[in-house]
T-cell receptor, first 115, second 110 residues
């Protein structure tokens, strides 16, 4: 089954404790991205990756890191989480979006709480 | 600035038609997407427009006017399962920078 898998689904952590949210896709998609979703603000893009070893900042990259060492995986790293990073996070993948209806497939989301 | 505006909430009756408007002002335009998101779930793709005009897909249609920075999603023959948030998103460049509106919550009543 074609899917994007995120782990964990739920996470409560403390301020300053490094964490990683994993994302894996099995559709051989070139393009992957991370979003956070907050009430009233919608989905905001954190980082995206056009292919292995090629990443770029989205609209809200501060406090986050990513890496793309393999095509299927795109982990999101919070080196020193803070309470304002409490949010619902989505990973998404698609074929390379040079044009056309390259719909994004989303993972099931990770609800992160930083206390 | 970069703005994508949608109404916050709309209510309609089962069997009716609802039109969700989206206006955008972004630096760059390379297509507009509509996604549906049920509460607690991931967004799922509904439609895509890159040229002006209407795209129809079953009960859903989407329209785009690039000169006006305007799109709408039309939902016909509403069903209870259509109660969800509908997200308008603009792809701002060919590299995939995607910006979403805050979403429109559609409530379908019996």
């Amino acid at each position: 089954e074609a899917q994007v898998t995120q782990n964990p689904r739920y996470l409560i952590t403390v301020t300053g404790k490094k964490l990683t949210v994993t994302c894996s896709q099995n559709m051989n998609h070139e393009y992957m991205s991370w979003y956070r979703q907050d009430p009233g603000l919608g989905l905001r893009q954190i980082y995206y990756s056009m292919n292995v070893e090629v990443t770029d900042k989205g609209d809200v990259p501060e406090g986050y890191k990513v890496s793309r060492k393999e095509k299927r995986n795109f982990p999101l790293i919070l080196e020193s989480p803070s309470p304002n990073q409490t949010s619902l996070y989505f990973c998404a993948s698609s074929l390379y979006p040079s044009g056309g209806a390259t719909e994004a497939f989303f993972g099931q989301g990770t609800r992160l709480t930083v206390v | 600035g970069q703005n994508i505006d949608q109404p916050t909430e709309m209510t309609a009756t089962e069997g009716a038609i609802v039109q969700i408007n989206c206006t955008y002002q972004t630096s760059g335009f390379n297509g507009l997407f509509w996604y549906q998101q049920h509460a607690g779930e991931a967004p799922t793709f509904l439609s895509y427009n890159v040229l002006d005009g209407l795209e129809e897909k079953g009960r859903f249609s989407s329209f785009l006017s690039r000169s006006k920075g305007y799109s709408y999603l039309l939902l016909k023959e509403l069903q209870m399962k259509d109660s969800a948030s509908y997200l308008c998103a603009v792809r701002r460049d060919s590299w995939g920078k995607l910006q979403f509106g805050a979403g429109t919550q559609v409530v379908v009543t019996p």
